[in-house]
Nanobody
């Protein structure tokens, strides 16, 4: 059974930090780009960041470059998203995702597996 178990959301003040974690199981971790989409109320789901351990490729949306850092621990089949200098506009439900598509931007229609969402709320 494929699972993407996300955790780490919460409430933080603007300028603060949070770290999201996604534990993957049930598929070959190295074969996929694994990362995060987010969806704010009334907006489309957008690709935020992914990492591919096999290719070394990393993607960041322009809106998070320089503030978010993605990393992976292959031994634990876990991907982390360190989010610093958070802004109110980062408020959204963040979804862990896995895709065999490694391009940019990261298209939600090409995602193979979705995890449950975790809510990130940034207060001003």
């Amino acid at each position: 059974e494929v699972q993407l178990q996300a955790s780490g959301g919460g409430l933080v003040q603007a300028g603060g930090s949070l770290r999201l974690s996604c534990v993957a199981s049930g598929f070959t971790f190295d074969d996929y780009a694994i990362g995060w989409f987010r969806q704010a109320p009334g907006k489309e789901r957008e690709g935020v960041s992914y990492i591919s351990s096999s290719s070394g490729r990393i993607f960041y949306a322009d809106s998070v470059k320089g503030r978010f850092t993605i990393s992976s621990d292959n031994a634990k089949n876990t991907v982390y998203l360190q989010m610093n200098s958070l802004k109110p506009e980062d408020t959204a439900v963040y979804y862990c995702a896995a895709s065999r598509f490694f391009g940019r931007p990261w298209y939600k229609d090409l995602v193979d597996y979705w995890g449950q969402g975790t809510l990130v709320t940034v207060s001003s």
